[in-house]
């Protein structure tokens, strides 16, 4: 990544922080909380499909016709997308390059074991992974169509169904879902915690309000393949 550099031949501030730990942490923070904003957003607009079809497409078709008469058709669907994918890289990036420098910083076990750390702490990275080539399977199922036999354009209700109505649809969507409550879990206390928002007197109130984000967006995702499987939506 390109960053810029003084004309005096010294690093910008740009390039001092993003070469600096907490720098990275920062970015990590702030492309977390984009996301998670997205997530809010995506998960309350998942659950029209219990008000039927009409419903459900109707906010598809309205996720594409937002911002006229002043943006054309789909435009501000995109420059969501092109925020979120920056998001994500920059996330995924920072992500990487910090796990490298802290496995550079201790290149060898400790002598003394430390103190167990949460189950969502140690399956961070793993669920990042988990996440990320979820994000690439939704993306061809849900919207390319690429990866669903039978997909029709237009038909998200349906598209929706269709996914649900299978094992493995169910199986790598559950899964996702458990790494996301996981990963939400973690990162928005994390991220509270470098942007400066964390202090012994918040501690708990953040603790809280992570455990209870996590909770209702995991159980909001969820709450559609298990209403397909069910029988309640159809």
């Known amino acids: 990544m390109a960053l810029a550099t003084r004309t ?40 029209k499909i219990f008000f039927g079809p009409s419903e459900f497409n109707g906010y598809a078709h309205w996720l594409r016709t937002m911002g006229e008469p002043v943006l054309h058709y789909a435009w501000a669907l995109w420059l969501v997308r092109v925020v979120l994918v920056a998001a994500v890289v920059l996330h995924g990036v920072c992500a990487y390059q910090l796990s490298r420098r802290d496995l550079a910083a201790r290149p060898s076990r400790y002598v003394h074991r430390r103190a167990r750390t949460s189950y969502a702490t140690r399956t961070m990275r793993w669920g990042g992974v988990i996440l990320g080539l979820f994000i ?11 990866v669903h036999p039978g997909f029709q354009p237009g038909h998200p209700y349906q598209n929706v169904l269709e996914t649900f109505s299978t094992w493995y649809g169910n199986t790598i969507y559950l899964v996702a879902m ?34 209870t984000l996590a909770l209702v967006l995991t159980a909001g995702f969820v709450a559609v393949p298990v209403a397909v499987m069910t029988g309640v939506v159809s």
Do not use: C
Request: proline letters at 1%.
């Open 178 to 211: 458990a790494a996301l409550g996981l990963h939400i879990r973690h990162g928005f206390w994390s991220a509270a915690q470098t942007l400066g928002v964390g202090n012994a007197t918040r501690e708990r109130l953040l603790k809280t309000a992570a455990n």
């Open 8 to 47: 005096d031949g010294r690093p910008s501030l740009t390039r001092t922080l993003w070469r600096s730990t907490i720098g990275k942490k920062t970015v990590m923070a702030v492309s977390g909380l984009i996301m998670l904003g997205y997530l809010v957003a995506h998960m309350l607009g998942n659950l």
């Open 136 to 146: 690439v399977w939704h993306l061809l199922d849900l919207t390319t169509g690429t």
